[in-house]
């Protein structure tokens, strides 16, 4: 079955040739900062968005205080703990990716471990 696309010698699609490794790499990496920033402006700097309801949730964890390995602790700050931990996994993520961009240019065989331990 032939197809449009087939028949044209110019097509820019047909030469996949600049879609090295290293550029996907760096587009994960850019887009995973991305989300680094917006989970940050989104999810830990930003109040309550969804009305009366999680506002009053969040009103409820804040006094309730307990002792955790000698310290007091609310439930809020277990949970803005988490929303500043997976900001910063991910900033981490989107170093660690543009550092196997940069490795895989030089050794990919260097750089396939580290890109396989990524996605898993």
């Given at each position: 079955m032939l197809s449009i696309r087939e028949d044209r010698d110019d097509?820019?699609?047909?030469?996949?040739?600049?879609?090295?490794?290293?550029?996907?790499?760096?587009?994960?990496?850019?887009?995973?900062?991305?989300?680094?920033?917006?989970?940050?402006?989104?999810?830990?700097?930003?109040?309550?968005?969804?009305?009366?309801?999680?506002?009053?949730?969040?009103?409820?964890?804040?006094?309730?205080?307990?002792?955790?390995?000698?310290?007091?602790?609310?439930?809020?700050?277990?949970?803005?703990?988490y929303g500043l931990f997976i900001t910063l996994a991910l900033l981490v993520q989107a170093v660690l990716f543009w550092q196997l961009a940069r490795v895989m240019k030089t050794n990919s065989a260097l750089a396939k471990p580290g890109c396989g331990s990524v996605s898993v």
């Open positions: 097509d820019p699609i047909k030469d996949w040739s600049f879609m090295k490794p290293t550029l996907f790499l760096r587009i994960a990496s850019l887009l995973t900062l991305i989300h680094c920033i917006l989970h940050t402006i989104g999810g830990v700097l930003a109040g309550p968005k969804h009305g009366a309801e999680e506002a009053s949730v969040i009103e409820t964890m804040k006094p309730r205080r307990f002792d955790v390995m000698g310290s007091m602790r609310s439930y809020w700050d277990f949970f803005f703990g």
